[in-house]
């Protein structure tokens, strides 16, 4: 689908919703990225819960891997931020897959049974990224990202 900037319609607000729902999202991932640089010490110990202390199995380095995945993860969410603001479908389709993956990584986390402090945080990041799937589902956003297929031949 080629799109021409000045022949879009205005973006509806279930697309800005979605923009700015996936930002805050965004903030929240570098948030809960900190934290596990913070309390790194408490989830070794609660990973260690399940591991005997003579096991040869080394603890993981939680913070380096929670790094790379935020910005690998933040990183993808922006670059398609503004490809839904104009209008690509499957821009919102890779919003859609990103987040039903952050939302299976999210309920996964808990049965691990972190600290506290990171149940408060998935627990409270769920209904956000109900929020951005409604919004990104919406029938608003589903009729501006399909507005071509309606639209007359352009000549």
Known sequence: MDHQLDDLPAAPRSVGLAVWLVVVLVVVGAAVTALTAVQRDALIDAWSVGHPEDSAIQPPAFVPVAVVLYVVFAGLLLVLLPFLRTAHNWARWSLVAMVVVIVLATLASLRTEPPALFVVCAIASLPLDAAILYAL???????????????????
Not at 137 to 155: E, K, M, N, S
């Open 137 to 155: 589902l919406h029938r608003d956003t589903t009729a501006y990202v399909h507005a071509d297929a309606f639209a007359p031949a352009r000549g």
